[in-house]
């Protein structure tokens, strides 16, 4: 049997999704919380969308091979940090401190790593805060903690991030130089924007 297919069929035990999903869907609540709480406090809405999903067998096999790693389900789940996922998207840049301050304030989340693509962005444009949490799951007699992956990224990085993902990120060989190129200064120039959107909410906020 082909090392994906195992892996495929080992993904699909329910006490396994059931982890992950159990996981993740502790962190999309705690989410909602804070949206809630945030958006009183700010009187707008600071969250505009929250997708969860739990990552596939053949991206997952994809990604353990790019990291040098053998496509095993044991190997997936130690090396992977992004099996369950859920990507914030905001509708101001400095939102995501917002979210990702109220994340760190979290008593039974624990702060795996911290990724700032915002103040330092990807080569390719990509710009995003990733958290790695730890999720404590309790089964009975044993507690286990699963690893979820939060993107947190503005409203204009979701867009841009889409569309690369469409035009250039998931594509085997990469792309033309001039078109990364291109669409790494399109990136520059939509954070451009995005400052400039939330000037203008402060100035009316003033
Ligand atoms: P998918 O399908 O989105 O899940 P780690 O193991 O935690 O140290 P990791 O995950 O190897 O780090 O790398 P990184 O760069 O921190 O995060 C990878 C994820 O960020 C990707 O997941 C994408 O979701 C997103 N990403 C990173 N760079 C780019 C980019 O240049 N363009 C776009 N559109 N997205 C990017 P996956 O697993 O590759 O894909």
């Known amino acids: 049997m082909k090392a994906e297919e195992l892996l495929r069929n080992r993904l ?40 969860g999903r739990i990552k596939d067998a053949d991206s997952i096999a994809r990604k353990l091979r790019k990291k040098g790693k053998p496509v095993t389900l044991e190997a997936a789940r130690e090396c992977l940090n992004d099996i369950a996922g859920i990507r914030v998207v905001c509708y101001f840049c400095d939102d995501i401190d917002l979210v990702a301050e109220a994340l760190r304030r979290q008593q039974d989340l624990r702060i795996v790593k911290e990724k700032d693509y915002v103040r330092q962005p990807k080569r390719s444009g990509y710009q995003s805060v990733h958290m790695i949490v ?11 903690e699963i690893r979820v992956e939060i993107q947190i990224r503005s409203f204009a990085m979701d867009y841009w991030a889409e569309l690369d993902t469409q035009m250039c990120y998931k594509k085997e060989h990469g792309q033309a130089e001039h078109v990364e190129k ?16 939330l000037e203008l909410r402060r100035s009316i906020e003033r």
Not at 20 to 49: F, H
């Open 134 to 144: 730890g999720v404590p799951i309790c089964y009975e007699r044993w507690t286990e």
């Open 12 to 51: 699909q035990s329910p006490m396994l999704r059931l982890r992950y999903t159990g996981a993740m869907g502790q962190v999309e609540w705690k989410l909602k919380m804070v949206n809630a709480d945030l958006s009183m406090r700010q009187n707008r809405q600071v969250i505009r969308s929250m997708t």
């Open 182 to 197: 291109k669409i790494s200064g399109y990136s520059a120039i939509l954070a451009g924007v995005d400052n400039q959107m």
